[in-house]
Structures are given as structure tokens and as C-alpha cells.
């Protein structure tokens, strides 16, 4: 008996069906939305991880799980002992810079319980001063009855820190498995033109993150000897501060050297014999200057041109993610903003029935059949009559 093919769906039952997955599938998402934020940061952890398990394979001709175990397991060895390592070496500036710290938190509380005036008009300030000093004791201080309810708080960061943990270990492992199961979601006949469009979101997020890294430890460097020759307590805390909060582009920068003009207001200068407040202004003066050869010389060299996108646009989205989403939000906003705009030109392009991906000096496409038009062949007689 001939066995029979199943029956195809009909195109209103196929839509009807996608419909109710795709809601179903955001429902989930947004029901889950805590966890969707760990997954993305143990996403975006194993992707900083995973160029050294490919160059560990590459180097050694190792199997991609081996190479997974030796690069997580060091990765967590470095991750514990390198802080363990440099507290004794940062000790004495991290208590310096904490002090002045809370003398500053002080000192502004002070300063806004009192009235402001400006022309003929008085400002008053007091509850931003006191809800400043409640901060502060909430943050130093905790009441004993609070014990209980910040045990429960720490264990469940420690439960969502596990889940980081675990996932990376997953996502680095599986990693292919997970990206192939992804292309092959879509019919046969795309899984080239996805593949391409994975490639080059790819080389999207790896300049803007080695571009990154690498302005991190040269902005590190330079705040750490620039404070160092104004003579700022705590400088060596202060440069690293500087380099991580690079990390973060345009809000970092300008917390950094908050944070280092607060310490000049208080404790002034190791061997400048102005006051606190002339100090102050070198340490702005200063940043101004570097932080503007960072902008304008430093960060377009060693970016290029791998996102295109205006200054402006991208400080609006790093404020507005800032203050959704806390500093993951504004680390990732920039390179999830340049892949958004590398797959919407390739949605755009196939709706307009153009080919899928543009000619931007990439050569790893090769148009279909029907876009290559074909060259028209003219055959010349001879000249003089030879024949050939």
C-alpha cells in the first residue's frame, strides 16, 4: 500500500499559527524578563570569552570542549584572584578615596540644607539634602530589622550570579550548536543570506568591543599618570576608575572625573600650592584636554569606521538606556543599535527586491543569478585580414 505524504496546512492556518507563537514567545519574554536580562549577560560575557577558546583551538589543535574548560575555568581563577591580589596594592588609596567620598556626601548635604539665593530669588534645597543623608545611612548603616530582608536580597543576586555563571559555561559550549539551530529556523533556501547577516553583525560587535577594551586600558593609563603628576590622592584608583568606567561611553567618562574633582574639593594637592578649589579646576581643565584628544583623535582611530552612527544619536540612547536599564543598558546600546541597523538594511533591501546586502567592500555574497546581468560579447573582425 503507498504510504501517503502528510497533508500540507493551508496559508491560513501556517499564519494563524505563527501569530499565536510570536505572541507567545514575547509573553514569555516579558514574563521572564529577569532572567532574559541574565541570559544576556551571560551572552554577552561568554561572547568577550569566547575569541580566546577559538585562538586556543586554533594554537593547539584542541577540541572545542577542551578548549571551553581550560579558558572558563582560568577565566574564573582570574576573575577571583586578580582582585584578591591587587586589594593589598589599592588598599590604602581604596580607604583614601571611600573617605572623601563620604566627606563630600557630607559636606553637600551641609551645603543644601542651607537656602540659595540668586538674583533677588531663594532657593531651598533641604529634602534633596536630607533624602542625600538618608542615602547615605541606608547605604552605611543598616538598621538590624533590615538584616533579614538584605540576607534575602543577597541571596537571590547570589541565585542570578549561579544562573550568569552556568550560562556562560553553556553558551560557550554549545555555542554552535545554538547558532546553527538558529540559521537552520528559516527556510533552506535563506540560510546563506542569514549567515552573511550573522557575519557581519559579527564584525560589528567585535570592533566596537576590542575598540573598546583597548580605549579602556589606554584611558587607564593616561588618567593614572595625569593624576598622579597633579599630585590627587588616590590617583591610581582614580586612573583605573577612569579606564573602567570608559566601558560606558560619555556617562563614564563624566562620573570619573566627578569622582576626581571631589577628591581635589577635599584634599587638594600633594605638592601644588594652590587651594582645593584652584585644584579642582586643573583636575577639569586637565580632563577636558585628554578627554577631547580621546573623542576627536584617540577613539576614531582605533574605532574606524566599523559604526556609523551620529554622536548626538548615540548619547541620547546611552542617556535613555542609562536610565532604564542601569550601565548594562548603556554598554550594550551601541552595538545593538549598529546590528539593528545592519538587519533592518538587509529587511529593507529584500523588500525592495533588491539584493540582499550592499556593496560595502564585503566580497562573501555573491548575488543570485537573476541580478547578474550578463555581458554582452562583440567579436572583432581581424585586422589586416589575418584569420586566427
Known amino acids: 500500500m503507498k504510504k501517503q505524504s502528510p497533508k500540507t496546512w493551508s496559508l491560513a492556518h501556517r499564519y494563524i499559527t505563527g501569530v499565536i507563537l510570536f505572541i507567545g514567545i514575547i509573553a514569555l519574554l516579558i514574563y521572564a524578563r529577569e532572567g532574559v536580562k541574565a541570559l544576556i549577560i551571560a551572552a554577552f560575557v561568554a561572547y568577550l570569552i569566547n575569541p580566546a ?25 582570574i576573575l577571583v584572584g586578580i582582585p584578591s591580589a591587587l586589594t ?82 553553556l553558551f560557550l559550549s554549545e555555542w554552535t550548536q545554538i547558532r546553527e539551530g ?36 589606554i584611558v587607564g593609563i593616561v588618567f593614572t599618570i595625569a593624576w598622579f603628576i597633579v599630585g590627587i590622592p588616590g590617583a591610581l584608583v582614580l586612573g583605573v576608575l577612569a579606564g573602567l568606567f570608559t566601558l560606558v561611553p560619555d556617562v563614564g567618562p563624566f562620573l570619573a572625573v566627578a569622582l576626581a574633582v571631589g577628591v581635589a574639593l577635599l584634599e587638594g594637592s600633594n605638592w601644588i600650592p594652590l587651594s582645593n578649589f584652584w585644584v579642582a579646576g586643573i583636575v577639569v581643565l586637565v580632563y577636558l584636554v585628554l578627554i577631547n584628544l580621546k573623542n576627536f583623535l584617540l577613539r576614531p582611530y582605533i574605532m574606524g569606521r566599523s559604526v556609523h552612527m551620529h554622536e548626538g544619536l548615540i548619547f541620547v540612547a546611552i542617556m535613555i538606556a542609562t536610565i532604564l536599564e542601569g550601565i548594562m543598558g548603556a554598554l550594550l546600546i551601541v552595538p545593538v543599535m549598529a546590528s539593528i541597523i545592519v538587519i533592518f538594511d538587509y529587511l529593507r533591501r529584500r523588500v525592495l527586491g533588491l539584493s540582499p546586502f550592499g556593496d560595502d567592500g564585503s566580497q562573501q555574497f555573491v548575488a543570485p543569478p537573476e541580478e547578474i546581468k550578463p555581458r554582452r560579447i562583440v567579436l572583432r573582425k581581424p585586422k589586416n585580414g589575418n584569420k586566427s
Not at 53 to 73: C, D, G, H, Q, W
Not at 141 to 156: D, G, I
Not at 192 to 206: F, S
Open 88 to 169: 593589598p596594592i589599592f588598599f590604602d588609596e581604596i580607604k583614601i578615596v571611600a573617605r572623601d567620598v563620604l566627606d563630600l556626601s557630607k559636606e553637600t548635604s551641609r551645603m543644601l540644607a542651607q537656602p540659595f539665593q540668586f538674583g533677588g530669588m531663594v532657593f531651598h534645597f533641604q529634602q534633596v539634602g536630607e533624602s542625600l543623608a538618608h542615602i547615605q545611612d541606608a547605604v552605611l548603616t543598616p538598621l538590624p530589622e533590615e538584616a533579614l530582608a538584605l540576607l534575602e536580597t543577597t541571596s537571590v543576586s547570589a541565585l542570578w550570579l549561579l544562573i550568569i555563571i552556568v550560562s556562560v559555561y
Open 53 to 77: 577558546v577559538i585562538l586556543l583551538m586554533e594554537r593547539t589543535k584542541l577540541s572545542r570542549a577542551a578548549a571551553v574548560n581550560i579558558v572558563y575555568f582560568s577565566s574564573v581563577v
Open 182 to 217: 538558529m540559521i537552520n529556523f528559516t527556510l533552506p533556501e535563506y540560510h546563506e543570506e542569514v549567515r552573511e547577516l550573522y557575519k557581519r553583525v559579527r564584525r560589528v560587535w567585535m570592533a566596537y568591543l576590542r575598540g573598546q577594551i583597548v580605549l579602556m586600558v
